[in-house]
């Protein structure tokens, strides 16, 4: 229970002469939800699209499950993220969105993506094209497609962004029983410290490229 997901030190993204993340030295540890928090521009998004390959640093190092540099696409299966909006295809229905990814995990089985649709809440609505979604049944496709392939390790970038107080509560919920059934350790990523202090059991607070955690 006390094995380390995600380790950083030094990490560093520096844009010209402004640090986003600024030599950030922290760690997570397995079994939690930890609530991520702070301002719009506080660097919170930069230091997530570090840690899972979609941005490189400019300084520093980090390890997931113990693996660094090229070792990491060793473990990079393990971690779902969902990062700003969800990459759906419009045109294409709930259950098929689910099934593009799930083949380029060797998952073939269409009653997969059944098993996501019902765990996100949208077993109803799997036949229907994500273009008509609305923006909570779209935040609750891209979770979806963060779970494929049963990662060990969920990271979540406002995922209630944009939604009212019901659809909010809603998706909150749905997060806290994945951790709670399958034992998911997640970030969850807010501005709002109320969500946070409901559902996170670490805290990280990120101010100007700088992290302060309770582990």
């Known amino acids: ?12 993204k520096q844009f010209r002469r402004y640090k986003a993340v600024n030599d950030i030295d922290m760690h997570i540890r397995r079994g939690a939800i930890y609530g991520f928090i702070g301002r719009n521009g506080a660097g919170k998004t930069t230091f997530l699209k570090m840690v899972c390959g979609l941005a490189n640093p400019t300084a520093g190092e980090y390890s997931i499950f113990g693996c ?5 696409s060793q473990v990079r299966p393990r971690v779902g ?21 799930a083949r380029l995990f060797g998952i073939r089985d269409k009653k997969y993506a059944d098993w996501i649709l019902d765990t996100v809440g949208l077993s109803d609505v799997g036949r229907k094209k994500a273009g008509h979604f609305s923006l909570g049944m779209k935040q609750r496709l891209g979770i979806g497609l ?9 990271v979540l970038d406002e ?24 034992g998911i350790t997640i ?4 501005h709002s410290m109320e969500d946070v202090a409901k559902y996170a059991e670490r805290l ?8 302060a955690f309770d582990d």
Do not use: W
């Open 1 to 12: 229970m006390n094995e380390i997901l995600l380790e950083t030190h030094g990490l560093t």
């Open 68 to 72: 660094t540099g090229k070792e990491l």
């Open 81 to 101: 993220c969902l990062i700003e909006a969800p990459g759906i295809y419009a045109n294409m229905t709930a259950r098929d969105n689910l099934m593009i990814k």
């Open 146 to 154: 963060a779970m494929v392939g049963n990662p060990d390790f969920l």
């Open 159 to 182: 995922p209630t962004a944009g939604l009212d107080p019901k659809g909010r509560d809603e998706i909150l919920d749905q997060i806290a029983e994945l951790h709670k059934v399958r």
């Open 187 to 190: 970030v969850l990523v807010s």
């Open 204 to 211: 990280i607070v990120v101010n100007h490229g700088q992290i």
